[in-house]
C-alpha cells in the first residue's frame, strides 16, 4: 500500500478512472441476454400428430402473458398486418389424411395455429393440409377467407412454403417457388389484442405448431417434419422464385427465425434480431429426443421418403352441439378460391442468396504476462467467483418464456488489480 501511496495524484486518478472505464465496459457486455444467431444444419423437429393434451407441438407466447392469461406487452411474432411466412416441411399422405376442407383451414392436419377461440377479435390465421394439399385460412373479425393451394404436399419429400400477405389483404401461397395459389382475403390487422380477456388463457395468447391450439374435438394434427420456419414483416415474394438451397438469412425485416437446431431438449431458440420469441417443445409421452430428427432440407443426399407412417388414431368430426363454440366463431368463410391459378415460368426472378451468417468469434482477453515488484506483495491475487445460475429455460404457461435468459460473466475480479498496478507502475 505503501508504494501506491508513493505516486502523485493524477497517477492514481487516471489508474482509478481506467480501471472504472474497463468494469463499466466488461459488465455491458457481459450482462446482455444470451442469444445465439445459429445457421440451420443439424436438426429437423418431429410431430406425430398424436396428442389432444397440449402435447405433441410447438407453443410460442405471442408477448408477456400475466397470470390471468393476459398478453400485457406483444412480441414481434405477433403479426399485425403485412407477412410472410416461410418453412420447409416433409408430410406423407397416410400420415395426413384429412379431406377436402370446405368449412376452414381448423378440420385440416394442422401445421401453424394462430386462432382465437371465437370470433377472430382483431384477426387471426392457420395454415393446414386438406385433401393433401395447403389451406390458408386469413380472417379479421367475422371476414374469414381460405386460400386452397393445387399441388400436393404430402408425396415424402421435401417442400418449400412461403405465404404471403398483403396490406390490401391479398394472400399467395408459393410452393417450391412457385405460385400456388392466390386469393384477396380480409383487410384489417390480425394481430392477438393487447389485454385481451380469454377463457383459454393456456392457448389464446400462443402461435402453435403442429396441432390445434384448443385441442379441440374432432381436430387434426400435423404428423411430419418442420424445418427453419421464417416470419417477416415484409411482402417477400410476388412472383415465382427459385427454389432455395440454403437456410433463411436474417435481415432487419426477419421478426422470428426458428432454426429448430438445438437437437435436444424443450426450448426452442429464436435466432431473428433480440432473440425475444422464444419457444417451448411440448413432448408427447416418451420425451423431448424423439421430436428432434437428423433430416434436414439442406442434407446431401438426394431427397427420398424417411418418414414411415406412424399409428395415429383418426379423429372423426362429431356433430357438435349447438351451444358449444366453435374454434374459430361460427362465422361460414367467404370468397373462397375457386380458380386454380398455374405458376408460369415467365417471370422467375433470379435465385435470392440465401447464404447463413457466419459465427462472428468473440476473442477472449489472453492474461498478459506481468512480472510483478515484489516492494509490497509477492502473491498475485487469485480470480474466484461465484457463477451465477442462468434462469430457467422451461417456460411456465403464465410467465413470458420469450425472454431471454441474461448470463453474467464473472471476470472482473481478475482485471481491476492487474490494471491498476501496471497504469500506477
Not at 412480441?75 to 384429412?98: D, G, H, Q, R
Not at 392436419?109 to 394462430?114: F, K, Y
Not at 438451397?245 to 421478426?255: C, E, F, L, N, R
Not at 413432448?283 to 429426443?289: F, I, K, S, V
Request: proline share 7%; net charge negative.
Amino acid at each position: 500500500m505503501g508504494c501506491y501511496e508513493a505516486y502523485p495524484w493524477y497517477y492514481r486518478t487516471f489508474s482509478s478512472t481506467l480501471s472504472g472505464l474497463l468494469v463499466t465496459a466488461f459488465l455491458f457486455g457481459t450482462l446482455q441476454p444470451a442469444h445465439v444467431t445459429q445457421s440451420q444444419n443439424g436438426y429437423s423437429v418431429r410431430f406425430y400428430g398424436s396428442d389432444t393434451n397440449d402435447g405433441d407441438r410447438v407453443k410460442i407466447p405471442l408477448g408477456l402473458i400475466d397470470s390471468n392469461g393476459r398478453m400485457t406487452t406483444s412480441y414481434p411474432i405477433n403479426l399485425v398486418n403485412v407477412f410472410t411466412i416461410e418453412f420447409w416441411m416433409k408430410a406423407t399422405a397416410s400420415n395426413n389424411n384429412a379431406p377436402a376442407c370446405s368449412n376452414g383451414w381448423y378440420t385440416g392436419n394442422i401445421i401453424l395455429d394462430r386462432d382465437v377461440f371465437g370470433a377472430g377479435d382483431y384477426g387471426d390465421y392457420g395454415v393446414a393440409i386438406c385433401d393433401q394439399r395447403l389451406v390458408v385460412g386469413v380472417s379479421v373479425g367475422t371476414d374469414d377467407r381460405l386460400l386452397i393451394g393445387n399441388t400436393v404436399v404430402t408425396d415424402g419429400v421435401w417442400h418449400h412454403i412461403a405465404i404471403t400477405r398483403a396490406e390490401s389483404g391479398q394472400i399467395r401461397l408459393f410452393v417450391d417457388g412457385q405460385l400456388d395459389g392466390e386469393l384477396n382475403g380480409a383487410v384489417g390487422r390480425i394481430d392477438y389484442r393487447t389485454n385481451r380477456p380469454t377463457g383459454y388463457p393456456n392457448s389464446d395468447p400462443y402461435l402453435v405448431l403442429g396441432a390445434e391450439k384448443h385441442d379441440y374435438s374432432g381436430s387434426r394434427y400435423y404428423n411430419g417434419l418442420l424445418d427453419d420456419l421464417r416470419f417477416s414483416r415484409v411482402v417477400r415474394y410476388t412472383t415465382p422464385f427459385a427454389r432455395p438451397t440454403a437456410p433463411h438469412t436474417i435481415d432487419a425485416d426477419t421478426v422470428a427465425l426458428y432454426r429448430f437446431d438445438e437437437g435436444s431438449g424443450v426450448r426452442i431458440g429464436d435466432s431473428a434480431p433480440g432473440g425475444v420469441n422464444t419457444g417451448e417443445l411440448k413432448p408427447r409421452p416418451g420425451g423431448a429426443a424423439q421430436h428432434w430428427s437428423t433430416d434436414t432440407p439442406f442434407s446431401n443426399t438426394a431427397p427420398t421418403s424417411t418418414i414411415a407412417p406412424t399409428a395415429t388414431s383418426t379423429n372423426t368430426l362429431t356433430a357438435i352441439a349447438t351451444t358449444s363454440p366453435t374454434a374459430t366463431g361460427t362465422n361460414t368463410p367467404t370468397a373462397i378460391a375457386t380458380t386454380s391459378p398455374t405458376a408460369t415460368g415467365t417471370n422467375t426472378p433470379t435465385a435470392i442468396a440465401t447464404t447463413s451468417p457466419t459465427a462472428t468469434s468473440t476473442n477472449t482477453p489472453t492474461a498478459i504476462a506481468t512480472t510483478l515488484p515484489t516492494a509490497t506483495s509477492t502473491t498475485s491475487p487469485t480470480a474466484t467467483y461465484t457463477i451465477v445460475p442462468t434462469a430457467s429455460q422451461t417456460p411456465s404457461a403464465t410467465s413470458s418464456i420469450g425472454n431471454a435468459p441474461i448470463v453474467p460473466t464473472p471476470h472482473i475480479r481478475v482485471y481491476i488489480p492487474l490494471i491498476t498496478y501496471v497504469i500506477g507502475n
